[in-house]
């Protein structure tokens, strides 16, 4: 029998997210002739209850999303509630969740608390919490998709995918999982920094204005 898995992609910015890469990279560990995936794009904080209730048609939900001031973005967040009420409603067994959480900070530490609110969003929802995956320095992960999972920058993370993909193909729970770059992370501060640079460049202002302060914040600490 074919396990039919949603990836869930909970970024605002769509196919250009390290989310969609992140379910990329996971999918590999899925085999085709033992799994169907059907993907989800939840990008907006309009939420369409059809589709909530063909993700719930799954046995099994990968969901992607990047931290947000350490939580939920407020779109996701919509979503969550929206796929909540229509398990709560439904009858029969309920998708085992599997969660892959990506953040600017090069710690995946700084993930836990939303992993935590996952957990405890599961127990509402009726949902079996499976795993899951923090992910530091998340905004690199677009950039290497050409760099086999596996091999350095990715071997960690590689390592970590292997694992919830035994996880998964398991349907097991399991103990989180906290990666970070196999970078160091003064390597990973200085190329965030050119990027602000180039950044800065691009919409005609100096690397001065990097440290300017609008009018309302110049009393500020």
């Not at 969609?20 to 059907?38: F, G, K, N, V």
């Not at 935590?116 to 079996?128: D, H, M």
């Not at 999972?149 to 097991?172: C, F, N």
């Not at 970070?180 to 992370?185: A, T, V």
């Amino acid at each position: 029998m074919v396990e039919k898995i949603a990836l869930v992609n909970g970024s605002p910015k769509g196919e250009k997210s390290a989310s969609r890469a992140i379910l990329s990279l996971i999918s590999q560990s899925l085999p085709e002739e033992q799994y169907a995936l059907s993907y989800f794009s939840l990008k907006t904080p309009q939420v369409d209850s059809d589709i909530a209730e063909q993700i719930l048609e799954h046995s099994i939900l990968l969901i992607a999303f990047p931290l947000y001031v350490d939580g939920v973005p407020s779109h996701m967040l919509r979503w969550l509630m929206e796929l909540e009420r229509t398990s709560r409603a439904a009858e029969g067994e309920k998708p085992v969740v599997y969660a892959l959480i990506n953040c600017g900070f090069y710690e995946a530490e700084q993930n836990r608390v939303v992993l935590e609110i996952l957990r405890n969003w599961c127990a509402k929802s009726n949902f079996r919490w499976g795993q899951g995956m923090a992910i530091g320095a998340g905004g690199v992960i677009g950039g290497l998709q050409h760099v086999p999972l596996g091999k350095w920058p990715l071997r960690r993370l590689g390592q970590a995918m292997g694992v919830m993909g035994e996880s998964i193909r398991g349907t097991e729970t399991a103990p989180d999982i906290f990666v970070s770059p196999d970078f160091p992370r003064i390597a990973y501060k200085l190329v965030a920094e050119f990027g602000w640079r180039r950044s800065i460049r691009r919409n005609g202002l100096k690397l001065r204005d990097l440290h300017r302060r609008v009018p309302w914040a110049q009393n500020l600490p």
